[in-house]
């Protein structure tokens, strides 16, 4: 699969079968943003298992800090590895026996697999400690929309366990297994939330003379909305609208014009300037079209994540670590950012970092991420931890 034999991916190797195991158990419990009980006392017993220097339950009320001190501490530096715990609302149509037991809940992202790999990453340094300094280990719940990242932040993350670097990584379907990719700079957009409330006035729908129809004016908004972007985003920069909902009236009520239309849709943006552009020119044009039907309209801006953004030196560190284990063929340094957002962002706001695209394979099946038949791939279990593993060892040298 790679093709480099470091000897932290030969000795997690070793555990495979073990750190399968671990996910499969995460997989079969899925729990949604700040309900991962079971999931915290499962990655609690591990960590225990593997001697942990220190172990904090929760951080962001169901998040866990593991700490694992080094053969030295002369160099007082600290390194923070970061693994998300949550799972989807999403029923998951997989026939093998690890699925989920759960009713509508679904691992469909892999972060089963995340926290699998992180704990192998535990149980290699708690072993070895071939490192001048601490390592913090990051279990974090609630990033699916839940902003597990700033309610850790929020309880004293980096006061309590100072990080001088952080870091985490995330799967990818559409990458092959053994490809690992890294780069200074955006990687992943910012995510915010619109909804926009018209008011118009109710009525009969053989009347409408006598009413200010909010369904109309709402396709006007939509359609409006779509000249945002292709006429005020600069080419070479990149944002996305997209309203995706809109409720008004009743479907039984086919000759009832509404008093109120409700749109929905979500934002991304990678600059802090477009994203404060498309706020003031969507709610501009929202309640201007509004106002020429005699309508008005109300425009909710939610800001839900920012963008995730790799500083560059952490960056450059990153892709020479994932050089080490898989060779510089099987490393990307100029893949494209994803529209997707990620709450790691709120982390790399507060300190230096980098975050990765660890390749699974699995695209070419249709079983992308929050897919109902998505599953991690086992295989890159080890890889994954020998990336955390390297990156705190290398980062805090002997």
């Known amino acids: 699969m790679y093709l480099a034999a470091h000897p932290a991916i030969a000795g997690l190797r070793a555990w495979q079968a073990d750190l399968t195991a671990i996910r499969h158990a995460l997989h079969a419990t899925p729990e949604l943003g700040f309900e991962e009980h079971v999931t915290a006392e499962l990655v609690v017993r591990q960590l225990e298992r593997y001697g942990v220097d220190e172990i904090h339950r929760g951080l962001g009320k169901t998040g866990v800090v593991g700490v694992i001190r080094g053969r030295a501490n002369g160099s007082g530096r600290t390194v923070g590895l970061r693994a998300d715990m949550d799972a989807l609302p ?64 929020q309880d004293g993350l980096f006061e309590r366990f100072p990080c001088d670097t952080v870091y985490a990584m995330h799967n990818w379907p559409g990458l092959e297994p053994g490809t690992i990719a890294v780069k200074p700079g955006p990687i992943m957009a910012a995510a915010d939330r619109v909804t926009i409330t018209i008011e118009g006035k109710g009525g009969h729908g053989a ?58 849709g979500t934002v991304r943006s990678f600059r802090r300037q477009t994203q404060d552009m498309i706020e003031q020119r969507l709610t501009q044009l929202a309640e201007s079209v509004a106002i020429g039907f005699g309508a008005t309209a109300r425009v909710q801006y939610e800001r839900m994540y920012p963008a995730t953004v790799n500083t560059r030196d952490e ?72 990336l955390f593993v390297r990156l705190a060892e290398r980062s805090l040298p002997l």
């Open 90 to 153: 999403l029923a998951e149509e997989n026939g093998f026996a690890h699925r989920s037991t759960v009713p509508g809940r679904m691992h469909a992202c892999g972060h089963d697999g995340h926290t699998a790999m992180l704990l192998g990453a535990a149980r290699w340094l708690a072993s070895t400690r071939e490192f001048d300094g601490t390592v913090h280990l990051i279990f974090q719940p609630g990033e699916e929309g839940y902003a597990g990242a700033r309610a850790m932040i």
């Open 207 to 264: 009347h409408a003379y006598l009413a200010i129809d909010p369904v109309v004016v709402a396709a006007h908004v939509i359609t409006a909305a779509q000249t945002i972007v292709s006429r005020n985003v600069g080419p070479l920069d990149a944002a996305v609208v997209s309203l995706c909902s809109i409720q008004a009236g009743h479907p039984a009520a086919m000759s009832v014009i509404p008093r109120e239309a409700v749109i929905t």
């Open 315 to 386: 960056a450059m560190f990153g892709a020479e670590v994932a050089e080490e284990l898989v060779g510089a063929g099987h490393v990307i340094r100029d893949l494209d950012p994803s529209m997707g957002a990620e709450d790691f962002s709120f982390m790399l706001e507060q300190r230096p970092g980098a975050y990765f695209r660890i390749g699974q394979g699995g695209a070419e099946s249709g079983c992308f991420l929050h897919n109902p038949r998505y599953d991690f791939n086992d295989a890159i279990l080890p890889l994954g931890a020998a």
